[in-house]
């Protein structure tokens, strides 16, 4: 019933009066005792924010996806490090070494499980946009969005940017369609890593201006909810810019490497930073390296070539083991960071 308050409709249908207030696109600073009709909210606006937020307050099995992040990059860092060597391998003949099919059966698996079987939250974008949310009063609990940001920070510093590369569900179907065998033959575009990350950081900036109201005037909207393709999974895709986006991402995947993540993603931009001290790494046995490039032929990123010439903020790293398979020389390797090569 338009004809409620904010806080008459909260009370009424057990949800929480500011998320309410941000469903509706309103100002978090709103009369929350005047009738929502009072605000130009039509009933099927209000009907359609209350199914929504009551979907994502019903119990589900995705806190589930907390428990099994952690087992996943153990298994990620293992193999990169260890398992995906066949024992006695010469180090010169890396045909066979960190088989792709192993990388793609666990993206097929992160799709399935982590995003159509468990839904689309929780995410590692979702971890840092919270805590902004929070910081405006979306939320009451932002100690706890923090302690999620903390979460999925942990996975992206045990190993380089682990959590993106191997445990992001979007990033996942991203690169089952780059690496999908019928389209091998599609010429592939490799875009410049000062691009990808001036655009991301413009886009955060932007984010950050338009969360805290400083443009737009309204707290807690979210711009990348607008081009959220995690909405995917919940095959919530109602919003036009969202659909699209999704088609858009899916269709730009096929020729350019993860592009959600290298033009949109805050957490990628976030990660990235996190990069530097991650704990697990891509090293480079200077000793051995012939510059040869052939890392860099591989690598779909400009990471392996900022690598080589050691540039101390190279491109983003998914931890691919694309380079580590490609190395003629041994040169190549993941593992401690804190350990020479």
């Not at 350019?256 to 001290?277: A, D, M, N, V």
Request: include cysteine; hydrophobic fraction near 50%; proline fraction near 6%.
């Amino acid at each position: 019933d338009a004809s409620l308050s904010i806080r008459e409709l909260a009370h009424a249908n057990d949800v929480n009066g500011m998320v309410l207030t941000h469903s509706l696109q309103l100002a978090v600073s709103v009369d929350k005792d005047t009738p929502v009709r009072e605000f130009g909210i039509s009933a099927s606006q209000l009907r359609d924010a209350l199914v929504h937020l009551k979907e994502e307050g019903a119990a589900s099995w995705s806190f589930l996806k907390y428990w099994m992040w952690p087992p996943l990059m153990l298994f990620a860092l293992w193999w990169l490090w260890r398992g995906g060597i066949p024992a006695g391998g010469d180090g010169k003949k890396r045909k066979g070494w960190f088989p792709k099919r192993t990388y793609l059966a666990s993206q097929l698996a992160v799709v399935v499980l982590f995003g159509f079987a468990l839904g689309k939250a929780p995410n590692p974008m979702e971890g840092l946009v919270k805590v902004f949310k929070g910081t405006v009063g979306i939320y009451s609990d932002t100690p706890e969005k923090l302690l999620l940001l903390g979460y999925f920070s942990l996975l992206a510093i045990v190993g380089n940017k682990l959590i993106c590369g191997w445990g992001c569900p979007f990033g996942a179907l991203e690169e089952l369609l780059y690496e999908f065998p019928a389209l091998k033959k599609l010429k592939r575009k490799q875009l410049p890593f000062r691009m990808t990350m001036s655009i991301r950081t413009l886009l955060f900036v932007v984010f950050v201006l338009v969360v805290f109201g400083w443009v737009g005037g309204i707290e807690g909207m979210v711009i990348y909810h607008y081009v959220n393709p995690f909405n995917l999974f919940g095959f919530e895709l109602a919003l036009w810019t969202v659909a699209l986006s999704v088609v858009a991402f899916l269709a730009l995947s096929l020729v350019i490497y993860r592009p959600f993540c290298q033009l949109i993603c805050p957490f990628g931009w976030y990660s990235w930073w996190l990069e530097k001290i991650s704990l697990f790494g891509i090293r480079i046995h200077r000793g051995r390296c012939n510059d040869c490039g052939a890392c860099a032929q591989v690598c779909p990123l400009e990471a392996a070539a900022g690598r080589l010439a050691g540039q101390a903020l190279p491109a983003d790293c998914f931890s691919c083991a694309r380079c580590l398979r490609a190395c003629p020389e041994d040169a190549l390797a993941y593992g401690p960071r804190w350990r020479k090569p």
